[in-house]
Nanobody, 120 residues
Framework: QVQLVESGGGLVQPGGSLRLSCAASGFTLSFSLYHMSWYRQAPGKERELVGTITSSGITINYADSVKGRFTISRDTSKNTVFLQMNNLKPDDTAVYYC???????????WGQGTQVTVSS
């Protein structure tokens, strides 16, 4: 059974940094064959795509609001994807979700989410 488990969320002051992790397990094939993304959902708002790292390790589709501040990376040896968030703003407050998609099909997987709160 595929599991995506996020960690690293918490309370941070504006201008601060956080690094989220998403540990993947249960994939039938190599983790490197999956496109991985981060989404977020703020209270009262729709879930939005933060960015994606492809199975080839290319990062794409960063939301305009996070470009230059957030970076997605992956460690295939540890089946983990990361979201480095710098210069955090109150508008970044949201539940952040890890998302995986098989590169050869439309099958998708979601993590349970981790709360990030940016406040002074």
């Amino acid at each position: 059974q595929v599991q995506l488990v996020e960690s690293g969320g918490g309370l941070v002051q504006p201008g601060g940094s956080l690094r989220l992790s998403c540990a993947a397990s249960g994939f039938t094939l190599s983790f490197s064959l999956y496109h991985m993304s981060w989404y977020r959902q703020a209270p009262g708002k729709e879930r939005e795509l933060v960015g994606t790292i492809t199975s080839s390790g290319i990062t794409i589709n960063y939301a305009d609001s996070v470009k230059g501040r957030f970076t997605i990376s992956r460690d295939t040896s540890k089946n983990t994807v990361f979201l480095q968030m710098n210069n955090l703003k109150p508008d970044d407050t949201a539940v952040y979700y890890c998302f995986g998609r098989e590169s050869w099909s439309s099958r998708t997987y979601w993590g349970q989410g981790t709360q990030v709160t940016v406040s002074s």
